[in-house]
């Protein structure tokens, strides 16, 4: 399709460390050793060919939660190393992992699932998945505070189980616990590059930023996960910008894997990006009948309760993972930087009013389409962004919607308009005017001034 595929901002740090004379020496070690090389989860085969194993794989999980104590038990096909810390504020139990095949419904640690009639056990609800690139990460949410008994595997007859034991705590001992994770993780955190934005002009360049991945799901209901259906929205929208020629497309994943909130903002300021769209869909347990898309801007206060709902729950991505600290650029307060910021935002409001009305053409939008609020993945100073909630899972004809290739045909065709003529109105191109077009306010001033 044309993707351009990201180096994560990390990545390229810890690969930079490495002197080039050591990587000649690792390789020629390495290379010495591959006729038989093994590794604590199976052997290794020439570039992970024919002769490597299988990942492993969880096929099943069981809880025992108690008050006191808790034990939550994967069957794997294969032993595994596990490390594991405590975080606060919520208390969380974050289990770290080489890369799992998770061969379970993710639904089934969801919040109160397993607690008890009139007994709180130690975990409230736990979740799982794809954390990076060769790396898995269970992250158990807790009801108090409480210690790791152990967190290892053990074998069970050709496979193994991976056990994770926990005990109540004293609040003390818990946080005393959580600082030494956090300072770990301050301490062994690369220092973060500085944007590098390409010098030679070109194509606008698009990020398309698929909401949630890998441990964090983001909403499920009745069997539907949000992670999934965005992605595939993305996708969809991905190859028709790119089959028009007009831009270069970037996706923040091209996988499900797990991508911090301040990562996805660098990936759009290194990238240089025109233009920044996150895709999400929504869900409201007791209101089904609310449906729907709604198009997203920043800003310092939400327009109404349900905007700030909306982004105090996005904003919970880190947490959701297990992210130690706040993994988001820093704002860099001066004159220059807020006039960037505000000529920033009246763009964001173009593109979304656009969006909105081409949208319109095609489907559904929710009875206040256009709102605001401090979304994280939104703050990017320097390239025009939004976020598009494409309709809600707890809505039956949404949800239908969502998981319909003719729905999501349809409608990525109309975001894709839209954003042809967001450039169009920008590059002062007023051609044969599309639904919406004649709509959308035609300098950032102007919309700056309607807002």
């Not at 994770?164 to 946080?175: G, M, S, V």
């Not at 497309?249 to 233009?275: K, N």
Request: hydrophobic content about 40%; charged content about 25%; glycine content about 8%.
């Amino acid at each position: 399709m044309g993707l351009i595929r990201r180096e994560t901002s990390v990545a390229r740090k810890r690969r930079a460390r490495v002197p080039a004379w050591l990587k000649l020496g690792l390789t020629a070690f390495l290379l010495c050793l591959s006729g038989f090389a093994t590794r604590a989860d199976g052997p290794l085969g020439p570039h992970g060919g024919p002769g490597a194993n299988p990942p492993v794989a969880a096929g099943s999980v069981d809880l025992e939660n108690g008050p006191e104590k808790a034990r939550l038990t994967f069957a794997l096909t294969r032993p595994v190393k596990a490390g594991s810390f405590v975080l606060t504020a919520p208390d969380r139990l974050v289990v770290d992992l080489p890369q799992i095949d998770f061969r379970i419904n993710p639904q089934i640690g969801c919040e109160r699932k397993h607690r008890r009639p009139g007994q709180a056990g130690l975990i409230s609800s736990f979740r799982f998945g794809l954390f990076a690139p060769g790396k898995s990460r269970i992250v158990i949410d807790l009801a108090g505070p409480a210690r790791v008994v152990r967190a290892e595997s053990e074998p069970a007859g050709t496979a193994a189980h991976l056990v994770i034991e926990l005990a109540k705590t004293d609040r003390a001992a818990f946080q005393a616990a959580a600082q030494r994770s956090t300072l770990e993780a301050e301490m062994n955190a690369p220092e973060q590059p500085s944007p590098a934005k390409p010098t030679a002009p070109g194509l606008p360049l698009i990020v398309i930023d698929p909401g949630h991945g890998g441990i964090d799901s983001g909403a499920i209901v009745k069997g539907l996960v949000e992670k999934n259906i965005v992605f595939e929205f993305a996708k969809a929208l991905a190859a028709k910008l790119t089959a028009s020629g007009r831009y270069k497309i970037v996706m923040t994943r091209d996988s499900d894997v797990f991508l911090p909130l301040g990562e996805r903002v660098r990936i759009a300021q290194d990238s240089g990006a025109a233009l920044f769209v996150s895709v999400h869909a929504d869900t409201i347990s007791d209101a089904a009948q609310v449906s729907g898309a709604t198009v997203y801007t920043l800003s310092d206060h939400a327009t109404d309760a349900e905007a700030a709902r909306i982004a105090e729950d996005e904003n919970r991505a880190d947490a959701t993972a297990g992210v130690v600290g706040n993994d988001e650029p820093g704002d860099v307060s001066d004159i220059l930087a807020d006039l960037t910021r505000q000529e920033t935002r009246a763009y964001s409001h173009v593109f979304a009013r656009t969006l909105v009305n081409y949208w319109r053409v095609a489907a559904r939008l929710n009875k206040n389409p256009e709102r605001a609020a401090g979304f994280r993945v939104l703050k990017a100073p320097d390239v025009p962004s939004v976020l598009i909630e494409l309709g809600y899972l707890s809505n039956p004809q949404d949800a239908a919607n969502l998981v319909s290739a003719a729905w999501r045909e349809s409608t990525a065709s109309r975001v894709a308009s839209a954003i042809n003529a967001y450039f169009d109105v920008k590059r002062g191109n007023f051609g044969a005017a599309e639904p919406g077009q004649s709509d959308a306010a035609s300098v950032p001033e102007r919309a700056a001034e309607n807002k």
